[in-house]
């Protein structure tokens, strides 16, 4: 990904705009409106969606390879 560069920040032009805005002479920038998620949902939505996604790309072999070491390191003897 390519670096942006950064703006520079002129603050006598900064100053200059800041006055005219207090005094009237031109009108205040108007902000974006924000985006509001709900990230923990949006979060749940892709878990539920996930394994399952992952299980249809993959071969019942790659599949049973998983399952096996999942059932191997979850009955591991506690060292």
């Known amino acids: 990904m390519a670096k942006r560069k950064k703006k520079e920040h002129d603050f006598a032009v900064t ?22 998620y709900d990230y923990k949902a949006l979060g749940h939505k892709g878990g539920l969606k996930g394994g399952k996604a992952r299980a249809e790309k993959l071969m019942p072999e790659q599949r049973k390879e998983i399952a096996r070491e999942a059932a191997l390191a979850r009955w591991k003897p506690i060292t």
């Open 15 to 36: 100053a200059f705009r800041v006055v005219q805005e207090a005094i009237g002479q031109i009108e205040p920038k108007a902000k974006k409106p924000r985006k509001e």
